[in-house]
């Protein structure tokens, strides 16, 4: 950490975690549900209303659906505008059909990866030992594409610690380490793991979900923040730590405006050149960019 903290970062942003649905199509959507302030149409041109006044280049969108026919609603989406860099997608590994799902959406440069966690009842520390998954996530590797994980608890963070041991070389991203839900007396035990990622060179940060809120509202002191965001940054390195705004859900915890400002006074205490690599550079190592 430096001693001065540098000036914010002001250039260029690739926000690397946006959510897309529309509630309003024949079908529906399985997330978010009617209950959910959020619940109302959020395509790539509600994006850029929000992120007009910021420097931002390039979006990465994340499915939010189980629904395999999602992906292709969310590809034929993001065609509509150049700035949409690409999607992660939903597979299972464990389905009999996964391979030749992967096959239809390899062939899409908009393809960049899939999403496996402890979302839609999943659990990766089981499901990796079923027949065909390790075998499934090995052709996704060969594909050049990546794996995020999500919502990451102790349980997870040791799934894809063995994941990673048996297939070095897939790259995975871990996403919103920065909230990760740890319990009282459980905090040794998330640093371990934390740093035995981050030995793992194709292991990779994405921090998003960075604010939070307290009694008061959001809490916008950059020195709450500073252990947890310390601590993923000297495991995983400035190039291997990047951005993502988890837009729209971060609008239930603050704007967008109010986010990037926070996470920019965050990271404003890391050097020009590292806050580039974050909110820019890094992404293409993340998703191969082109």
């Known amino acids: 950490m430096s001693a001065l903290a540098p000036t914010a970062y002001a250039g260029p942003i690739i926000d690397c975690h946006i959510h897309l649905f529309d509630p309003y199509r024949p079908q529906g959507i399985p997330w978010p549900t009617p209950a959910d302030a959020i619940y109302k149409p959020h395509l790539p041109e509600d994006y850029w209303q929000v992120a007009a006044r910021h420097s931002i280049t390039g979006v990465i969108a994340v499915e939010a659906s189980p629904w395999i026919e999602d992906n292709r609603w969310l590809l034929e989406t993001l065609r509509s505008n150049p700035r949409m860099l690409g999607f992660v997608g939903n597979l299972d590994p464990a389905d009999p059909g996964f391979r ?10 908009l393809f960049l990866g899939l999403r496996y966690g402890n979302l839609w009842h999943r659990d990766l520390l089981v499901d990796q030992q079923k027949p065909g998954f ?15 994980s999500a919502n990451p608890d102790g349980r997870l963070l040791d799934a894809l610690l063995r994941l990673s041991d048996r297939l070095p070389e897939l790259r995975i991203i871990i996403d919103h380490l ?29 921090l998003a979900e960075i604010p939070q809120v307290g009694e008061q509202g959001l809490i916008v002191e950059p020195g709450f923040y500073r252990d947890r965001l310390e601590l993923l940054w000297q495991a995983f390195g400035e190039d291997r730590c990047f951005f993502g705004s988890d837009w729209p859900n971060s609008e239930l915890v603050a704007s967008f405006d109010r986010t990037l400002g926070l996470v920019r006074r965050c990271m404003a205490q890391y050097s020009p050149v590292a806050q580039e690599k974050f909110f820019h550079r890094n992404a293409a190592r993340a998703y191969c960019l082109g």
């Open 134 to 148: 390790i075998d499934n996530l090995r052709a996704l590797a060969e594909s050049g594409r990546s794996l995020d």
């Open 100 to 109: 030749q799902a992967l096959e239809g959406l390899a062939v899409e440069p």
């Open 178 to 206: 920065p909230n990760a839900q740890v319990l009282p007396g459980e905090e040794e035990d998330f640093e371990r793991r934390v740093k035995a990622l981050g030995e793992r060179p194709n292991v990779l940060a994405k």
